[in-house]
């Protein structure tokens, strides 16, 4: 990429990225995935990379430990 195409992406605290991808338009890439700005794109993914990791850790698929509450599952209240 030659140079930055913008200078902020105008969302506090999301800066603009060098090299978001490959891709020479970040544009057209942003109009296909239709998940706003490349740059927001790359924050989720992060986080999502970050609770898969955390998933992994908690193993939330493993039965409980303790059995729940008669009620605890209960809907409403």
């Known amino acids: ?3 930055l195409l913008k200078k902020t992406t105008g969302l506090v605290g ?4 060098d090299s ?3 891709e020479p338009d970040v544009k ?3 109009d296909q995935l239709q998940g706003g700005q490349i740059e927001e794109v790359i924050f989720q993914a992060e986080n999502e990379l970050s609770l898969v990791r955390k998933m ?3 193993k939330p698929w ?3 430990v303790e059995e ?3 009620n605890q599952w209960k809907w409403p209240i």
């Open 1 to 3: 990429m030659a140079g």
């Open 14 to 17: 999301l800066a603009v990225c």
């Open 20 to 22: 978001p991808h490959e």
């Open 28 to 30: 057209k890439l942003e």
């Open 56 to 58: 992994m850790l908690w």
């Open 62 to 64: 493993e039965p409980s």
């Open 68 to 70: 729940p509450l008669a």
